[in-house]
């Protein structure tokens, strides 16, 4: 084994050991080190790392790369002074995507669209309806509503216990009383379905099993066409994902309506949501032009108190 892969295993059981789960930069660092192996190379350089960095040919990804081997050059550097550490400004920046905020007319559309999914009396089209329903009023991750399991979904107490997510974080979430109902009505029609044994998770597939990840987004491909979110065969458009972002961004609109300290409630929005820091929270601002506008009214509001 090498000094590096020796080095790497090490590394990477310190980021885990923080509560970072780490599967994808510990997946891209091994490549890196690979690569390094391949080279006979055992100390980081710039020009290595930035060569690692560009052998794919899709920009955005350079810069993901480009953040797992600095992370990992500059904790090496503690022990071998001979590293570089890249420039952060080595590659243009990733773009984050913009969000499409849904109208209550275009959800209330896809959950019309899932309940006619064929056959009739299948339980795929409650599941979808359901499915992404809950990631529309609760603000999920597609990832934590398809892990949810049965045991995560009180329906008496109306929580969610989120588990071990992104960044190894778990957390509670509240149910308004309408969703608890829906959710009810859901889990009475899948245990009627299915035969033992029955699955651990609550949004099940037709025969029981765990919803994969592939075919929830080929179904939402598909209900998005249906009701004209999406041209065939365009492969930009709404996601999953923005049903999170619209509830979030629905958030700060209210909250900006009733005249509440926005800033203060931040931070709820934050833990609710299950980000890592709030400044994840405060891009929200910039999703939508209500939201633009009724943040430059309170700047004004402000420097003229001042003034």
């Not at 905020?101 to 896809?110: N, P, Q, V």
């Not at 899932?114 to 529309?136: D, E, K, Q, V």
Request: charged fraction near 25%; hydrophobic fraction near 40%; include cysteine.
């Amino acid at each position: 084994m090498s000094r590096l892969r020796t080095a790497l295993g090490r590394y990477v059981g310190m980021r885990q050991g923080l509560g970072y789960k780490y599967h994808g930069p510990a997946r891209r660092l091994s490549d890196f080190v690979t690569f390094m192996e391949a080279r006979g190379a055992e100390t980081v350089t710039t020009a290595l790392a930035m060569k690692w960095v560009t052998l794919i040919g899709r920009q955005p990804s350079w810069s993901i790369r480009l953040t797992d081997v600095r992370c990992f050059a500059q904790h090496l550097a503690h022990f071998d002074p001979m590293t570089e550490v890249p420039p952060q400004d080595a590659v243009p920046p990733a773009r984050r995507a913009k969000p499409y905020i849904y109208t209550d007319a275009e959800i209330t559309a896809l959950l019309a669209a899932a309940l006619s999914l064929p056959p009739a009396n299948a339980l795929r089209r409650w599941t979808y309806h359901c499915l992404f329903g809950l990631i529309a009023v609760a603000g999920l991750r597609h990832s934590e509503a398809l892990d949810l399991r049965r045991d995560d979904v009180d329906l008496e107490q109306g929580i969610l216990t989120i588990r071990e997510t992104k960044f190894g974080k778990s957390r509670l979430v509240p149910l308004h009383a309408t969703t608890v109902a829906v959710l009810s009505d859901y889990a009475a029609r899948r245990d009627a379905h299915l035969v033992a044994p029955r699955s651990p998770y609550f949004f099940v597939a037709e025969r029981g099993g765990r919803l994969l990840h592939q075919y929830v987004h080929r179904v939402f491909w598909q209900l998005s066409r249906q009701i004209g979110l999406r041209q065939r065969g365009q492969r930009n458009g709404p996601r999953i994902h923005d049903l999170r972002h619209r509830f979030a961004v629905q958030a700060l609109t209210n909250w900006y309506r009733a005249g509440e300290d926005v800033e203060r409630e931040l931070p709820v929005l934050s833990t609710f949501l299950g980000h890592a820091n709030v400044r994840d929270t405060y891009w929200y601002l910039s999703a939508a032009p209500e939201l633009m506008t009724h943040a430059a009214r309170l700047l004004d509001e402000r420097w003229e108190v001042r003034s």
